[in-house]
């Protein structure tokens, strides 16, 4: 077991902490912005490709920014784009289609069209596809956890390769004993995640902290029985508005861990 403290007071002790991924994590607004851009400009190209003389054309990007959760402001961290899987945003997308009169068939094919082609957009030029870069304190909190013995994982939803890329790009793959995506079942916010999760883990859901940004991830660890439930709220532009947590944290820095010391024996 190793002792939480956030701002030098303790907070519990654990023996894993699951971690979400884009904002709490990375620095994800950026690289989610510009998929959003992209998956916008490929949706008026398409429906307009469909649809020549549909009025409704002009309406595809008030309705997809406000649907992504789009501000002038940056994302909205509680908004699709933020907090669903690229399947949830692929079955949004396909509701606008609908809501400008194409048929479900039709709405969902195009919306996979846009989706498909912007990932290959993102994979042939690297210039669009932005870096998901750690933020200030990540590493040197990794880097402790490890010497404490302590157990990490991600969950996520992002797809099984988004997650390999990210740990990858970033030289994480070390740090992380393993992940929960969205192309496992069932993906979160099911309490089931994490339980599942943890058992991968080798761990019991009560000897772990959960560090998310959206109150989804925060409920999601009390249902499971997580023992330690903290709110990270520094990743985005828009500071997260959360209620589900225990504590909050600002910065990395102000968590620390200390491997307990063993009692001696009598």
């Keep these: 077991m190793a002792q939480l403290l956030l701002k030098g007071v303790p907070i519990g002790t654990i023996k894993g902490v699951l971690f979400d991924k884009d904002g709490t994590l990375s620095n994800s607004e950026d690289h989610l912005l510009a998929i959003a851009n992209l998956r916008i400009e490929e949706s008026k190209h398409i429906f307009r490709r469909n649809y020549a003389k549909h009025q409704k054309v002009k309406s595809i990007e008030r309705l997809l920014t406000s649907a992504y959760?789009?501000?002038?402001?940056?994302?909205?961290?509680?908004?699709?784009?933020?907090?669903?899987s690229r399947s949830q945003n692929l079955i949004s997308t396909a509701t606008i289609f609908c809501l400008l009169g194409a048929e479900w068939p039709k709405a969902f094919d195009m919306a996979n069209e846009v989706f498909n082609r912007v990932d290959l957009l993102t994979t042939q030029r690297p210039d669009k596809n932005k870096k998901q870069t750690l933020l200030p304190g990540v590493q040197r909190l990794l880097k402790d956890l490890q010497k404490a013995n302590v157990f990490c994982a991600l969950i996520s939803n992002d797809t099984t390769c988004g997650i390999r890329n990210f740990l990858k790009t970033n030289n994480l793959e070390e740090a992380f004993l393993t992940f929960w995506s969205a192309d496992n079942q069932p993906t979160k916010p099911s309490a089931d995640a994490v339980k599942k999760l943890c058992n991968l883990l080798g761990v019991l859901p009560i000897d772990c902290a959960l560090i998310g940004d959206a109150d989804s991830d925060l409920q999601m660890a009390r249902q499971a029985g997580v023992g330690i439930t903290l709110g990270y709220v520094a990743g985005w532009t828009q500071s997260p508005q959360l209620s589900a947590h225990q504590h909050l944290i600002y910065h990395w820095d102000d968590l620390r861990v200390e491997a307990k010391p063993k009692l001696p024996k009598d």
């Design 69 to 84: 959760g789009l501000t002038e402001h940056g994302i909205h961290p509680s908004g699709t784009l933020a907090v669903a």
